[in-house]
């Protein structure tokens, strides 16, 4: 199994804090992505980086930022919740960009009350 | 606007063989995946389709038919753990991943 861990896995937040959910991987791939999951929609990528300081936005971008220092972590915040951003977070992982697969962490549930 | 299609749900008998379709239409096409998702799971890759015809893994098989922006997985020798949901997606030609809703399958004994 490919070694990415996503903390925290359950959060329960209020509207207007600010929230950062943190993706680790250990695999030493270049690209990393922040999708939300949604019942009756698709994954939505919300951003994503290919490389250290190199990230770009997403469909779903708005009321989110992304920071990647190191490789190994990619964070993504939430600089004041608000109730639509309600759902389940994933972090994804992949070493090519035009034909790797994705590796997935665990998800982390959000609700913002 | 780039859209994939899949069935909701289907339910299928244990032991039977059951076809999840996809249908889409995106702005070009730089391969198609198949991922399966449990409940309250990550989704982990079942299959990558870039040319036409079938790929086979298993009791797991893909189609793809560019021509008709269509693609089916096709499960055989249905298990109780097949219960999960399966999830389309399309690389595009910015090579963004564009992902249907996802079929939930059930498994009836």
């Known amino acids: 199994d490919a070694g990415i861990t996503q903390s925290p896995r359950h959060k329960v937040t209020e509207t207007g804090t600010p929230v950062t959910l943190r993706c680790h991987q250990t695999?030493?791939?270049?690209?990393m992505y922040w999708y939300r999951q949604d019942p009756g929609h698709g994954l939505r990528l919300i951003h994503y980086s290919y490389g250290v300081k190199d990230t770009d936005k997403g469909e779903v971008s708005d009321g989110y930022s992304v920071s990647r220092s190191k490789t190994e972590d990619f964070l993504l915040t939430l600089e004041s919740a608000t109730s639509s951003q309600t759902s389940v977070y994933f972090c994804?992982?992949?070493?090519?960009?035009?034909?790797?697969?994705?590796?997935f962490g665990e998800g982390s549930r959000l609700t913002v009350l | 606007g780039q859209n994939i299609d899949q069935p909701t749900e289907m339910t299928a008998t244990e032991g039977a063989i059951v076809q999840i379709n996809c249908t889409y239409q995106?702005?070009?096409?730089?391969?198609l995946f198949w991922y399966q998702q449990h409940a309250g799971e990550a989704p982990t890759f079942l299959s990558y389709?870039?040319l036409d015809g079938l790929e086979e893994k298993g009791r797991f098989s893909s189609f793809l038919s560019r021509s008709k922006g269509y693609s089916y997985l096709l499960l055989k020798e249905l298990q109780m753990k097949d219960s999960a949901s399966y999830l389309c997606a399309v690389r595009d030609s910015n090579y963004q991943l564009i992902w249907g809703a996802g079929t939930k399958l059930i498994i009836k004994p």
């Open positions: 695999e030493n791939h270049r690209y």
């Open positions: 994804a992982i992949s070493e090519d960009e035009e034909t790797g697969e994705l590796f």
């Open positions: 389709n870039v």
């Open positions: 995106t702005s070009g096409f730089n391969g």
